[in-house]
């Protein structure tokens, strides 16, 4: 979460109150850990719950060796390793093993191009002091979100929208509009949202908010590549399933305990047969429903 005073003069010790609130709002998100940091114009705030590197030096708002970038940052990057080894050849040195140190060393090193090289499920804020600016970024599908609001010369972000309602002076109008589509979708589309004002960072996006102008911009950084079709047969049941392994194998790095939720469905039964060869005697965690026709919890004791 984050609050950047465009206009100057704001009251910071009001603004720093405020990110504190927005951050009590994800508090069941990131229960580990909290942080703020500020300089002239912008605040930074971070609840992190901790899966990788577990010390306090991997904590966030994380700021570079150099001091020039500050980054807040939620997910994980699924090829963080690779990309640790080829930003150490290129002469970085970390200080943590996290993803997030990756993510600051790989600003510096590839800059915007950063975007195009990530595996993972991510949103995050980097704020170049150099440069004057705030980039910000969210995975290629939008598993994690990202809401931004710029309003009274006061830009603010978060990863959910009763957070962004805290960092506001006043709670912003109802959009009926978004209402409407809600009903009918069962989803808000695009970039709208259920307040006028508050606007989602679309997935593959990423966005920069210039300091000095106080001009937002974003752009597209990733489009789907669809493949030619190929028959039903052995090479597409190898290719499923060479590719679910490794989507699962990349998703079980962590230092503190992990688990599967199985609904005993085919999806989530596949995912834990996987994860189980991968790591035998996995957690699994079930939901069961007194209703029968609702309940698979039968399956997923099979499973």
């Not at 090289?117 to 440069?131: C, Q, V």
């Not at 979708?185 to 300091?211: M, N, Q, T, W």
Request: glycine share 8%; aromatic share 8%.
């Amino acid at each position: 979460a984050g609050i950047v005073d465009l206009l100057g003069g704001q009251n910071q010790e009001r603004i720093a109150a405020q990110v504190a609130a927005m951050l009590e709002t994800v508090r069941e998100r990131g229960p580990d850990a909290s942080g703020i940091w500020k300089t002239a114009g912008v605040t930074l705030g971070h609840r992190r719950l901790r899966v990788i590197d577990l010390s306090p030096e991997a904590d966030q708002p994380m700021v570079s060796a150099s001091g020039d970038e500050v980054l807040v940052y939620n997910g994980e990057i699924y090829n963080h390793h690779a990309l640790r080894r080829e930003l150490e050849q290129l002469g970085h040195r970390f200080r943590t093993r996290t993803d997030t140190e990756v993510l600051l060393c790989g600003y510096r090193e590839w800059g915007d191009d950063l975007m195009r090289r990530l595996s993972g499920m991510f949103a995050f804020a980097l704020f170049d002091r150099t440069a004057g600016r705030l980039l910000l970024a969210r995975d290629r599908l939008g598993k994690k979100p990202l809401y931004t609001a710029l309003t009274d010369g006061r830009f603010v972000f978060g990863s959910s929208v009763k957070c962004i309602v805290a960092g506001l002076d006043r709670t912003p109008e109802i959009d009926y509009q978004a209402i409407y589509e809600y009903l009918g979708l069962f989803s808000i589309p695009e970039d709208h949202c259920v307040y006028r004002g508050v606007a989602k960072l679309l997935p593959a996006h990423y966005a920069i908010l210039d300091l000095r102008t106080g001009e937002f911009s974003s752009q597209r950084y990733w489009s789907p590549q669809l493949s030619p079709k190929i028959g039903w047969g052995e090479e597409l049941l190898d290719r499923v399933e060479t590719t679910l392994r490794d989507a699962v194998r990349r998703r079980l790095e962590s230092d503190v305990p992990l688990a599967v939720f199985l609904s005993g469905g085919i999806d989530s039964s596949l995912i834990t047969a996987m994860a189980s060869a991968e790591r035998p005697g996995v957690t699994t965690l079930s939901a069961r429903f007194s209703q029968a026709s609702h309940d698979e919890g039968t399956y997923a004791r099979e499973v």
